[in-house]
């Protein structure tokens, strides 16, 4: 058989399936900006193989990016934003894209990736400050996109912005509000197989962006739900 039969070089490669891949991230605005939290976990499949996977950047000057589903989908991403980023500077005009614009970029970029059945497999939550204006928005692999005053991708969607609902308000401070993204993150922790004990909370004001080292949380496995988790369930299998 000849090999062109064999191996076609001009054939095109696309991401059929997710391979390592990030849960959940939580979004928040709060008092004086934004903050967002995200394990540092990396999935390959449904083993937890990478521990150190960080899924929350800075783009530019006034907003951060926070990211879950494929991770080498997220780098492509990143590059498509530094692209951005360094081509706007290059104007030198004393302007600088903020955070929605960069939404609204990244809404386009899904879109048609969508579009040409080629999708970036990622859930992605977009916050900053601009000229004294807090902004928090996320958008699906397939371009569905909104603004919120708080946001969160994966599980977060289901169990964690029930509580949000619940105990958000528009001034919180910092401390307060890191005190509500933990419980939201050790919620994900007790629930989410994805997720592991090793997060960064990430927050951006006007003063600019600081992440966080990876910490823990301290957690409790002694709850008697934890100890016969199938009890009420008998016969569901």
Known sequence: ??????????????????????????????????????DTGGSYGSTLRYKSV????????????????????????????????????????????????????????????????DPLFNSLVVGGVKNGQKYLGMVSMIGTHFEDNHVATGFGNHLARPLLRAEWREDLSFEEAVKLMEKCLLVLLYRDRSAINKFQIAKITE???????????KTNWGFSAFQNPSKGAEGSW
């Open 1 to 38: 058989m000849e090999a062109s039969l064999i191996v076609d070089n001009g054939a095109t490669e696309r991401t059929l399936n997710p391979y390592v891949t990030g849960t959940s991230v939580i979004g928040m605005k709060y008092k004086d900006g934004v903050i967002f939290a995200a």
């Open 54 to 117: 960080e899924r929350i950047k800075p783009i530019g000057k006034h907003s951060i990016l926070g990211a879950s589903g494929e991770i080498s989908d997220f780098q492509e991403i990143l590059r498509y934003l530094d692209e951005l980023i360094l081509n706007d500077n290059m104007w030198d005009d004393g302007n600088s894209l903020g955070p929605k614009e960069i939404h609204n970029y990244l809404t386009r970029v899904m879109y048609n990736r969508r579009n040409k059945f």
């Open 207 to 217: 003063e600019g962006v600081t992440i966080s080292q990876p910490y823990a949380l």
